[in-house]
């Protein structure tokens, strides 16, 4: 790959190039968060090269009870702190609520042997963008604490 982890990239521009094959662009405008390969690696064709993240657009999941979810909406404000900035507050906008809860696409079943069922509170996705005017250095990964503005 002719790109280095925490480049800037634009959408279409070349990461790198395969023999007889056409060159390999970036689906997004981005950073590049991870590099797999090393110049001149032979790779197979599943081989995942690069992950291009929207470092624009930040965002945290947050999992919401499905007892407040009524509670929440797009476009809602949110305050979020975060672990590596004690004292200092960022704002936050509700971009997207899930369309279906956390576990029901998974095996996992309420129901025992016995065919009793077990009933248990659901968790949906919201997803929050973060706003980041100072430009501070955040990192994929990093733990989150947010308020909802209830108003």
């Known amino acids: 790959m002719e790109r280095q982890k925490r480049d800037f990239v634009d959408k279409d521009e070349v990461l790198g190039r395969t023999q007889g094959l056409p ?3 970036s689906p997004i405008k981005g950073t590049v968060v991870q590099d797999n ?3 001149g690696q032979v ?3 599943t081989t995942q090269l690069a992950v291009i993240a929207d470092t624009d657009h930040l965002y945290v999941g947050v999992n919401v009870e ?3 979810i009524a509670k929440i909406a797009i476009g809602q404000n949110v305050n979020i702190k975060i ?3 004690p004292g ?3 704002s936050g906008t509700v971009t997207e609520i899930g369309s279906t809860t956390q576990t029901y696409f998974s ?3 309420s129901f025992t042997t016995s065919g009793t069922y077990t009933k248990v509170t659901q968790y949906i996705p919201v997803k929050v963008e973060i706003s980041n005017p100072d430009n501070l250095p955040l ?3 990093m733990n989150a604490t947010v308020k909802f503005d209830l108003k």
Do not use: R, W
């Open 23 to 25: 060159y390999i662009t």
């Open 37 to 39: 390969v090393e110049k």
């Open 43 to 45: 790779v197979s064709a």
């Open 66 to 68: 499905e007892t407040e």
């Open 83 to 85: 672990d590596a900035y």
């Open 88 to 90: 200092k507050t960022f």
């Open 107 to 109: 095996a996992n079943s």
């Open 139 to 141: 990192i994929f990964g």
